[in-house]
């Protein structure tokens, strides 16, 4: 058993390298990188290179959806897809500069119908309980009712199946009051859920008062600055390692999300866990295209990552 990957907002990811990007300018844009995307098919990307393969559960809808489908079959990952007709799946677009700074313009997406909504509860309550862990990742689509979140914890809740979510707003707070146990966010989104400014001590606070609704991990990702992680361990801090050069950080957070999935599925301690997430983070950096890893570098990153425990 492994890991199922859930990407309800399924999308066109296209990212081109424009060097000199400026405003009020024409760019040609040559070989764009076009693929399925979301930050659940980026988790999956990554863990394939760690050597899991992991499905991927989502929505999507017409021309675009179709094309989502097919490219994810011809990339060789299983898909559950919950396919409507209330209209297209969106496109993302991905600018990156010769800095590695990446301007992002991110379409919503259509809402979803709800016997649509309904279908993909069932089906996603039928697949949870062949998978030790269910990871739920992304933008929130258009539409979805009240109570979808939580519908997702209890369902895997009910077939053994630990959640880890990493989304934002309402709908990580609906998550966390059904009892999410795990949670990978960046500070921003991190300092939106708890109304306060971000510090290592309120990251300790915010899990001691939510342990008791069933939280077992809070993870906060700060870019290139340390990550904390609250746990039944402690209280964690990550330095990630440095790097020489950056080609883009879009998928960064999404490759530490696969790092952290591997060694949970794996048995790892959780220090170990927070290096390999942080070494798959750090090889991201030096790709263009969200979830690209190298294993041996992505390993080689991992021993240089600073991890010890700070309560």
């Known amino acids: 058993m492994n890991a199922l990957i859930v990407n309800l907002n399924l999308s066109v990811d296209k990212t081109v390298v424009v060097p000199d990007f400026e405003k009020g300018r024409i760019f040609r844009l040559a070989d764009p990188v076009t693929l399925p995307g979301g930050k659940g098919v980026n988790v999956a990307r990554a863990l394939r290179s760690l050597g899991l393969e992991a499905p991927v559960a989502g929505f999507a809808s017409g021309h675009n959806g179709r094309w989502i489908e097919g490219h994810l079959k011809r990339e060789g990952f299983r898909a559950f897809i919950e396919r409507h007709s209330a209209g297209e799946s969106r496109v993302c677009y991905t600018i990156v500069d010769r800095r590695g700074v990446t301007p992002d313009l991110n379409e919503e997406g259509p809402p979803v119908p709800a016997a649509s909504q309904s279908a993909f509860l069932k089906k996603f309550a039928s697949l949870a309980p062949r998978f030790r862990a269910?990871?739920?990742?992304?933008?929130?689509?258009?539409?979805?009712?009240k109570g979808f979140y939580a519908a997702l914890v209890r369902k895997a809740a009910a077939g053994g199946c630990f959640t880890i979510f990493d989304t934002s707003g309402p709908a990580l707070a609906e998550a966390l009051a059904a009892g999410a146990e795990g949670v990978k966010i960046n500070r921003g989104e991190f300092e939106e859920l708890c109304g306060c400014r971000f510090s290592p001590a309120r990251v300790a606070e915010v899990f001691r008062s939510r342990k008791?609704?069933?939280?077992?991990?809070?993870?906060?990702?700060?870019?290139?600055?340390?990550?904390?992680?609250?746990?039944?361990?402690?209280?964690?801090?990550?330095?990630?390692?440095?790097?020489?050069?950056l080609k883009s950080a879009v998928g960064a957070g999404d490759s530490f999300m696969a790092g952290f999935l591997f060694g949970?599925?794996?048995?790892?301690?959780?220090?170990?866990?927070?290096?390999?997430?942080?070494?798959?983070?750090?090889?991201?950096?030096?790709?263009?295209?969200?979830?690209?890893?190298?294993?041996p570098q992505a390993l080689a990153y991992a021993q240089k990552a600073a991890v010890e425990k700070i309560g």
């Open 134 to 145: 269910a990871a739920v990742c992304g933008r929130v689509s258009a539409g979805l009712k």
């Open 264 to 295: 949970f599925l794996n048995g790892f301690d959780f220090g170990r866990t927070l290096k390999l997430a942080s070494g798959c983070a750090a090889s991201d950096c030096l790709s263009v295209g969200a979830g690209f890893i190298d294993r």
């Open 212 to 245: 008791r609704h069933g939280l077992k991990t809070l993870i906060v990702t700060d870019g290139d600055k340390p990550t904390y992680a609250a746990s039944l361990f402690g209280l964690w801090r990550a330095k990630p390692p440095r790097l020489a050069r």
